[in-house]
């Protein structure tokens, strides 16, 4: 679990195939210099798994389906990518909850400065927009955002100068591709109330059934 608070930007220094999937080599400026293997980190959103470590760099398996699903399919040398480590019990939660499951890849539709902010709009997949609320969280590329407009399948965040700084966003360009998480709390209510849904109509059958 993470909480789309970004620790540090990595870099990819190398980028090998393994079975059908990628290992990634990154390096990293991070507080912990050697990341123990086994743990999870957060890459540009992505979790995925320390399987190699040593001082400032790591190695971590990219499987075929989060090739698939997310952007880390461009991984190349010389990207930068967003890093989280996992959540530790008892750690303040300053973002929001963040499972590192990525749901999809949005794309940027717009960048623009509006005083002191700037103003990015992503175009999301359309398959994800009913998770998506005016005022709601999501993450982008592993970065805890709060969505300020909703209009078709754009959504729009206005995003301080030290985000833009600290995280890759600053770098990113229109057209480019980026990570998406929806919020964790909209899937669930969307799973309770599909579930009384289908309990109600059984209810129903059961009750009209029993009158004749």
């Given at each position: 679990?993470?909480?789309?608070?970004?620790?540090?930007?990595?870099?990819?220094?190398?980028?090998?195939?393994?079975?059908?999937?990628?290992?990634?080599?990154?390096?990293?400026?991070?507080?912990?210099?050697v990341?123990p293997?086994?743990?999870?980190i957060?890459?540009?959103?992505?979790?995925?798994?320390?399987?190699?470590?040593?001082?400032?760099w790591?190695?971590?398996d990219?499987?075929p389906e989060?090739?698939k699903?997310?952007s880390?399919?461009?991984a190349r040398?010389?990207?930068?990518?967003?890093?989280?480590?996992?959540?530790?019990?008892?750690?303040?939660?300053?973002?929001?909850?963040?499972?590192?499951?990525?749901?999809?890849?949005?794309?940027?539709?717009?960048?623009?400065?509006?005083?002191?902010?700037?103003?990015y709009?992503?175009?999301?997949p359309?398959n994800?927009?009913?998770y998506?609320?005016?005022?709601?969280s999501?993450?982008?590329?592993?970065?805890?955002?709060?969505?300020?407009?909703?209009?078709?399948?754009?959504?729009?965040?206005?995003?301080?100068?030290h985000?833009?700084?600290?995280?890759?966003?600053?770098?990113?360009?229109v057209?480019?591709?980026?990570?998406?998480?929806?919020?964790?709390?909209?899937?669930?209510?969307?799973?309770?109330?599909?579930?009384y849904?289908?309990?109600?109509?059984?209810?129903?059958?059961?009750?009209?059934?029993a009158?004749?």
């Amino acid at each position: 679990m993470f909480t789309g608070l970004v620790e540090g930007v990595g870099e990819v220094v190398d980028v090998a195939s393994k079975a059908g999937g990628l290992v990634l080599n990154i390096s990293h400026s991070l507080s912990e210099p050697v990341i123990p293997v086994g743990e999870s980190i957060a890459v540009n959103g992505a979790c995925l798994t320390v399987v190699e470590s040593g001082e400032g760099w790591f190695k971590a398996d990219v499987s075929p389906e989060t090739i698939k699903r997310t952007s880390l399919k461009n991984a190349r040398p010389g990207i930068k990518v967003n890093l989280e480590r996992a959540l530790a019990v008892g750690d303040r939660l300053h973002g929001h909850l963040v499972t590192g499951h990525i749901d999809g890849v949005g794309i940027i539709a717009d960048i623009k400065g509006e005083g002191e902010f700037i103003v990015y709009r992503f175009e999301l997949p359309l398959n994800l927009l009913r998770y998506v609320a005016v005022k709601g969280s999501v993450a982008i590329d592993g970065i805890s955002l709060t969505v300020a407009e909703l209009h078709e399948n754009i959504i729009s965040v206005a995003v301080i100068p030290h985000t833009a700084t600290v995280t890759t966003l600053g770098d990113k360009r229109v057209g480019d591709e980026v990570n998406v998480e929806v919020d964790l709390v909209a899937r669930y209510l969307e799973s309770l109330l599909q579930n009384y849904t289908v309990q109600k109509k059984e209810d129903s059958s059961t009750l009209i059934a029993a009158l004749w």
